[in-house]
C-alpha cells in the first residue's frame, strides 16, 4: 500500500471511532532494507492461523513491492546500501 493510501486510510479510521487515537502503531517503510522480511515472516505466521488468503497475498505483493524499492537502508544509518 503507497503512504498517502494508508495514511487516509488511517485517517478515516480515527474519524469513524474504529482507531482508538491512543492505540500504539508501528510502521514499515520500504526502504527499510529489513521491512520486506517482517512482511514476509507475518504472511506466514498468518498462514498458520487462519487469516484468509487475501489478506496474505496483498502481505506478499507488499514484500516484493518493498524488495524492488530504491533506495534502501539499513535502520539507524545514513546512506543506501549502495553506499556501503
Known sequence: MRAKDE???LIKK???GS???EEPLFVLR???MF???YVDEWALDRMKNGTPKEKILEAQALADMMRAWSPRR???CPGSIADL
Do not use: C, S
Open 7 to 9: 495514511v487516509a486510510r
Open 14 to 16: 480515527l474519524e469513524d
Open 19 to 21: 482507531l482508538p487515537p
Open 30 to 32: 520500504a526502504q527499510d
Open 35 to 37: 521491512a520486506d522480511r
Open 74 to 76: 539499513i535502520p539507524g
